[in-house]
T-cell receptor
């Protein structure tokens, strides 16, 4: 099963950009890269996803390496409400549920 | 906005009781999942379903059971609760290719078994 590797924790200052890395060296050609975040005492929420090209939405940007073996979630201006655990997971829409492995994620702390 | 609901939000129960955690979604999603998460730890997939009458065990062994009689409903049952079952249980659903596989999570049920 394709798995991801993320740093355990990162710190950021409020209103500064944050780059959260994720390695997925065993990614297959049909795996989509998804990012979710989990605020304290809540279920995870979707942030962004992509396949090959970089993606932008109102929450974040996703930069995908050309070889797809790594990706970076970019929060352009961190706020205190962005403090959460961020998960990078690989999803294969063909149906193999073994790919839905969340791992420990990266705990992002945001300082005022 | 997610339309997936879990009840109860919190449950404190004595050892040996039978419990059912409810999960319902109004998005018509075929795929539904149950995850278990201890405080500060990662999510573990314990059950999933591809559709009505389809259920599979996840990567973490669990004494719980699930059923999928209706598309929108995916309850989880513990026949005899034990303190080792104390954890947060999170239900999720996804809509397949059109929804590009996005997972939508409920708010979770925090279960405490005394």
């Amino acid at each position: 099963d394709a798995k991801t590797t993320q740093p355990n924790s990162m710190e950021s200052n409020e209103e500064e950009p944050v780059h959260l890395p994720c390695n997925h060296s065993t990614i297959s050609g049909t795996d989509y890269i998804h990012w979710y975040r989990q605020l304290p005492s809540q279920g995870p929420e979707y942030v962004i996803h992509g396949l090959t090209s970089n993606v932008n939405n109102r929450m974040a940007s996703l930069a995908i390496a050309e070889d797809r073996k790594s990706s970076t979630l970019i929060l352009h201006r961190a706020t205190l409400r962005d403090a959460a655990v961020y998960y990078c997971i690989l999803m294969n829409y063909g149906g193999s549920q073994g790919n839905l492995i969340f791992g420990k994620g990266t705990k992002l702390s945001v300082k005022p | 906005e997610a339309d997936i609901y879990q009840t109860p939000r919190y449950l404190v129960i004595g050892t040996g009781k039978k419990i059912t955690l409810e999960c319902s979604q109004t998005m018509g999603h075929d795929k539904m999942y149950w995850y278990q998460q201890d405080p500060g730890m990662e999510l573990h997939l314990i059950h999933y379903s591809y559709g009505v009458n389809s259920t599979e065990k996840g990567d973490l062994s669990s004494e719980s059971t699930v059923s999928r009689i209706r598309t929108e409903h995916f309850p989880l049952t513990l026949e005899s609760a034990r303190p080792s079952h104390t954890s947060q249980y999170l239900c999720a659903s996804s809509g397949g290719f059109r929804a590009q596989g996005k997972l939508f999570f409920g708010s979770g049920t925090q279960l405490s078994v005394l």
